[in-house]
């Protein structure tokens, strides 16, 4: 059954704005790494011709359920981190576009099962966008040293006491098993900072990071978005936290991901392919973040291949 009128899967963030940064041509051809509930997907499809043609990938198996009946669509049911791997697949050389929205699908929040929500106790530390991989959270909480669980949290999700929160998953994982949400948020009950709420969130987000693997996915997509691109051809970027926004961000001006060298006193670097569009990120409307709460934290970049 499809999910086409079923709006409630995924509210897509800045919808407009970052179909409008792509300058879609009728007969052109584009990628959605991030189909989810379809609608970015949907939006650029409505400005394609006849003879226009997109490209959609989604991991999760669910995303499939929301395809349009059409035949100028060519879903992809894997990471976009093989972007260029599937384009040489379907013959493609070259695209007009690229869009992808790396939030987490409303979806995948409210299917409790999937364990990416704070608020799912009964749920089992799963995370897993593609169900076929087998690092789970529980995996990552299981077996992890303290020394990486610490990086992990400070790295991906930001908490204040990512030392002390690793140092009690450890020892309170040699007395039990950590399982489930509750059991989990039970055992470190006892360091948790400030708002228990935004604390989890930050920590879930940090683990959701490392199960899907989603910094090195999106590093390996943007290294090839060079060779994909057309000339002229735009790249438009939604992120939701800011060491994806980073990443982004100096990818698009210095085409890696180290920054500049200030010490290179002969202009040496790497030049980047791309031209950055938006100096500064995109920001969600007052008013879309009063009906979407979830877009609060989005920024959305552009580049050009020059």
């Known amino acids: 059954m499809k999910r086409e009128n079923h709006p409630e899967y995924h509210v897509p963030v800045m919808l407009r704005e970052a179909v409008d940064a792509l300058q879609v041509k009728t007969g052109g051809i584009y990628v959605d790494c991030t189909f989810g509930g379809g609608g970015h997907s949907r939006e650029i499809l409505s400005r394609l011709g006849s003879d226009g043609k997109l490209i959609a990938f989604d991991q999760d198996a669910d995303a499939r359920e929301n395809l349009p009946e059409d035949d100028r669509i060519i879903f992809v049911p894997h990471n976009f981190r093989h972007l260029q791997r599937f384009l040489k697949l379907y013959k493609i050389q070259a ?87 509750a059991g989990f948020k ?44 057309k000339e002229g051809g735009r790249i438009a970027v939604i992120t939701f936290h800011s060491v994806e926004d980073r ?33 500064k990120p995109v920001l969600p409307t007052g008013d879309e973040m009063k009906v979407n709460p979830r877009s609060r934290s989005a920024k959305l970049r552009v580049a050009e291949r020059k």
Do not use: C, W
């Open 95 to 181: 695209v007009d576009g690229i869009l992808a929205d790396l939030g987490v699908s409303s979806h995948q929040f409210d299917e409790g099962e999937r364990g990416f929500s704070t608020r799912s106790d009964d749920a089992a530390l799963d995370m897993r966008m593609d169900q076929r991989q087998e690092l789970t959270a529980q995996t990552i909480l299981s077996d992890y040293s303290e020394e990486r669980l610490h990086k992990l949290f400070e790295q991906y999700g930001e908490v204040t006491n990512a030392k002390t929160l690793a140092k009690t998953i450890v020892d309170a994982r040699r007395i039990t098993p950590l399982k489930s949400v």
């Open 186 to 229: 039970s055992a470190v009950h006892d360091v948790v900072k400030g708002n228990p709420k935004k604390y989890f969130a930050q920590v879930f987000q940090a683990l959701r990071i490392e199960v899907n693997d989603e910094v090195g996915a999106l590093k390996e997509m943007l290294q090839q978005v060079p060779a994909v691109l």
């Open 247 to 279: 990443i982004v961000k100096v990818f698009f001006k210095e085409g890696s991901f180290e920054g500049s060298d200030e010490h290179d006193l002969y202009g040496g670097g790497r030049q980047s392919q791309l031209k950055v569009i938006t100096k």
